[in-house]
């Protein structure tokens, strides 16, 4: 009897400590699982929402908070259904891509384009071409004056010329 009651009080050591392993790769698939879908929601925002002009600006920091805000609402989430709480009527995927759209996206601010009048009464504006700043009387594709360059104008031809401060 003795011998019975303990091999059941082994069998049922065993079986919490099965439960909780398992419990615990449960946990982790479900970690790696929402970073598969966050990598899968950032790659479906860059490919099919985001401006050309958008991608253009994005650094390597962005992309990798964009990744983490998209975990961490996954995890939220997770956490939400665990809890028994009732998931919310929105589909998620497109609640979540819009989350991570406007984690993402700056506030855009309403830069006008920088315009230069010299001596002589003519209108140049802004253009930038790589990391190389010029002017042009054309205003089309013109572009706001950073703050690291200022501008002078050539005593000679009156043309300006936007200078990096120093």
């Known amino acids: 009897m003795a011998k019975r009651m303990a091999r059941d009080k082994l069998f049922k050591d065993e079986v919490k400590n099965l439960e909780e392993t398992i419990s615990i790769i449960n946990a982790q698939k479900e970690k790696e699982l929402n970073a598969k879908i966050a ?7 860059f490919e099919e929402i985001a ?11 962005d992309v990798v908070k964009a990744y983490k805000f998209a975990v961490e609402i996954l995890e939220e989430k997770s956490e939400i259904e665990k809890k028994g709480a009732e998931p919310e009527k929105e589909p998620e995927r497109i609640s979540t891509l819009m989350e991570i759209k406007q984690a993402i996206e700056k506030p855009a601010k309403e830069e006008k384009p920088f315009t230069y009048v010299n001596k002589k009464g003519e209108k140049y504006y802004l253009h930038k071409k790589g990391s190389f700043y010029y002017f042009s009387k054309d205003a089309e594709n013109a572009v706001p004056m950073p703050e690291t360059h200022h501008v002078e104008e050539n005593a000679r031809t009156g043309m300006p010329i ?5």
């Open 51 to 61: 401006p050309g002009s958008l991608k253009r600006q994005l650094t390597l920091s």
């Open 162 to 166: 936007a200078k990096r401060n120093i």
């Open 39 to 45: 990598c899968d929601l950032l790659r479906l925002y």
